[in-house]
């Protein structure tokens, strides 16, 4: 499975922005897909992700409320609306799929295919 994020970029705190996540090759249809985040001197962490059936989605509680994750398995894209944003939302932005039927969910180890992030700034 290959990955291609887009859509960062700045905007003002309450702004909003949409990401989007492409992948080709592999068993996208299968996989759940999920959004990370690495800010500036910290450690990635788990943003949201979405089981392949749709039936299953969560987010990390820092963004609960402001983000929304979908994907459409035609189209083979999975997509993060991020509204409200904050400034400490400001993080390069990576999408990432399990790569087929996956138990996981939460952390890095389950997803064995990345893409090459997308930085968000928000300016305060």
């Known amino acids: 499975v290959q990955l291609q994020a887009s859509g960062g970029g700045l905007v003002q705190a309450g702004g909003s922005l949409r990401l989007s996540c492409a992948a080709s090759?592999?068993?996208?249809?299968?996989?759940?897909m999920g959004w990370f985040r690495q800010a500036p001197g910290k450690e990635r962490e788990f943003v949201s992700a979405i089981r392949w059936t749709g039936g299953r989605f969560d987010y990390a509680d820092s963004v609960e409320g402001r983000f929304t994750i979908s994907r459409d398995n035609a189209k083979g894209t999975v997509d993060l609306q991020m509204n409200s944003l904050k400034p400490e939302d400001t993080a390069v932005y990576y999408c990432?799929?399990?790569?087929?039927?996956?138990?996981?969910?939460?952390?890095?180890?389950?997803?064995?295919?990345w893409g090459q992030g997308t930085l968000v700034t928000v300016s305060s």
């Open positions: 990432a799929a399990t790569g087929g039927y996956s138990a996981g969910f939460y952390s890095e180890s389950d997803y064995n295919y």
């Open positions: 090759g592999g068993t996208f249809s299968r996989s759940t």
